[in-house]
């Protein structure tokens, strides 16, 4: 079932039109589901002007409730979603091993997206991005989400988290009324953690999302369109250890974007071991805990 997908548009200073908070796609966990972590959560503007239909779906799935054990991944994709996305080495999990940890997270390359069959290039690509989400009772909660500097790119420009303006074309886009365009692309990398009433952190949030607007000028020099065109979520990942019955539905929450390190590592990342070609995987061990911490604990037959 697609994630319902929310946008608030803000307009900028001149006339392009820019997406500037970001609650998109929400991984949300329902009642009963710890942790859980999506691939790709997609929106596609209706915009008859550029004869461009509404398209909203989800691909790529794992989740875990209190009884524990692991999920792989589901990638399915009823609702089309790789009409659009070409994913490479996706990965997904979401493992509970209660009382010991409770963790989920992502690892893929997006080979193109694009949101037309017409487009002249793919509108976004990107090296491998990492998203994690874990809690353990002998450590903090973590959330983390890893992409190399420069590794995504909309129309092969480079785009770092923060706001980025991209010139297009109508070919590049796939637009035939369209000559030339300014896009504006607003990367939230989500990191969050959040506290339960009484207790220390218990949910924590994890996830790449790319807003995309822009304005569309014809060849007589009108303007056919400004305002949003997309907006994408990768590996949209979230751990909740509060009780059912206070169970919220947090969704991704965008936080102030870090200050860019040397080494370019995030500000906080689960343990991790090396993959293949080198670069870290997810953890794959479980810490071990004696003790069956408050609020995560296994509940009785």
Same mark, same amino acid.
């Given at each position: ?10 307009? *900028? ?10 609650? *998109?796609?929400?991984?949300? *966990?329902?009642?009963? =589901?710890?942790?859980?972590?999506? !691939? ?65 997270? !992502? ?30 009772? $002998?450590?903090?909660?973590?959330? $983390? ?18 706001? #980025? ?31 339960? #009433? ?6 924590? =949030? ?23 065109? *997309?907006?994408? #979520?990768?590996?949209?990942? $979230? ?11 947090? !969704? ?8 860019? #390190? ?25 810490? !071990? ?13």
């Amino acid at each position: 079932m697609a994630t319902t997908l929310r946008s608030l548009l803000l307009t *900028a200073t001149g006339s392009v039109a820019v997406l500037g908070a970001v609650l *998109a796609m929400r991984a949300t *966990a329902a009642t009963g =589901e710890f942790v859980l972590v999506r !691939g790709v959560e997609l929106e596609i503007r209706g915009i008859p002007a550029l004869g461009q239909e509404a398209f909203t779906g989800s691909w790529g799935r794992a989740s875990m409730g209190s009884s524990g054990g692991e999920d792989g991944g589901d990638w399915d994709d009823p609702d089309g979603v790789r009409a659009f996305v070409s994913l490479a080495g996706r990965q997904l999990r979401a493992r509970v091993a209660a009382p010991v940890s409770w963790e989920a997270g !992502g690892r893929f390359r997006v080979r193109h997206l694009r949101l037309n069959p017409r487009a002249g290039l793919p509108l976004l690509v990107t090296g491998t991005v990492r998203t994690g989400v874990s809690w353990r009772p $002998s450590g903090p909660v973590g959330s $983390s989400v890893v992409a190399a500097p420069g590794s995504v790119a909309v129309l092969g420009q480079p785009v770092e988290a923060g706001t #980025t303006s991209i010139p297009a074309t109508g070919v590049q886009l796939g637009y035939p009324g369209v000559t030339t365009a300014v896009l504006t692309v607003v990367r939230t990398d989500v990191r969050k953690t959040s506290p339960h #009433t009484g207790g220390g952190p218990r949910a924590a =949030e994890a996830g790449m999302t790319l807003a995309i607007s822009g304005r569309m000028v014809g060849a007589s020099g009108d303007v056919v369109y400004d305002g949003p065109l *997309a907006e994408v #979520t990768l590996g949209g990942a $979230s751990v909740d250890c509060a009780p059912d019955a206070a169970r919220r539905e947090p !969704g991704l929450t965008p936080s102030p974007a870090p200050a860019p #390190t040397p080494s370019g590592a995030p500000a906080s990342a689960p343990p991790t071991t090396g993959g293949p070609d080198g670069t870290p995987m997810f953890a794959d061990s479980l810490l !071990g805990m004696l003790a069956v911490p408050a609020d995560c604990s296994r509940p009785s037959a």
